[in-house]
T-cell receptor
């Protein structure tokens, strides 16, 4: 599986936008970029995914670099409930999701 | 539509006993995945099953662990002769199809403590 690199931790103030970066320089043409998050003591939760174009949904936006070697998950207004570990994952075909260490996001009131 | 249901949520076993963890996927989902999360670590893939078939068990320990997903009923992750190192949270996920665009729906996990 292609690897992703994320910062170990990030901090944000409440109600401010958060940009969570992910590098995936060895991404292949058919890999989709998936983001999941895991709130404390809960199972992971799907956030968003994309291939080439930027994507928006009710939870977040995903900005994908033109060369696809990096992407950024954007939370438009962080709330305390967004404090979680965020995982950036490349998915090829029907292979299982492989989770890395993710970025632990802290949100300060 | 109920989400992925896992039970028990918490299970305590003594060393050498057996642990059985159950996962009922979302309605209409025929693909099930099991993950293990050790304390303060990330999720590790264990096994991927489709009804009555094991598709990928590359993450399963070679001994003591087994998984099944029968035609009827929940998927079962079975751990025989548990040891302290098996203490972890075990998460199940399901999906209706297997693809690189498919979203996985996770349960809330079963937390196994081995005394």
């Amino acid at each position: 599986d292609a690897k992703t690199t994320q910062p170990n931790s990030m901090e944000s103030n409440e109600e401010e936008p958060v940009h969570l970066p992910c590098n995936h320089s060895t991404i292949s043409g058919t890999d989709y970029i998936h983001w999941y998050r895991q709130l404390p003591s809960q199972g992971p939760e799907y956030v968003i995914h994309g291939l080439t174009s930027n994507v928006n949904n009710r939870m977040a936006s995903l900005a994908i670099a033109e060369d696809r070697k990096s992407s950024t998950l954007i939370l438009h207004r962080a709330t305390l409930r967004d404090a979680a570990v965020y995982y950036c994952i490349l998915k090829a075909g029907n292979t299982p999701l492989v989770f890395g260490k993710g970025t632990r996001l802290s949100v300060i009131a | 539509n109920a989400g992925v249901m896992q039970n028990p949520r918490h299970l305590v076993r003594r060393r050498g006993q057996e642990a059985r963890l159950r996962c009922s996927p979302m309605k209409g989902h025929s693909h099930v995945y099991w993950y293990r999360q050790l304390p303060e670590e990330g999720l590790k893939f264990m096994v991927y099953l489709q009804k009555e078939n094991i598709i990928d068990e590359s993450g399963m320990p070679k001994e003591r662990f087994s998984a099944e997903f029968p035609k009827e009923g929940p998927s079962i992750l079975r751990i025989q002769q548990v040891v302290r190192g098996d203490s972890a949270a075990y998460f199940c996920a399901s999906s209706p199809i297997a693809s690189n665009t498919g979203e996985l729906f996770f349960g809330e996990g079963s937390r196994l403590t081995v005394l």
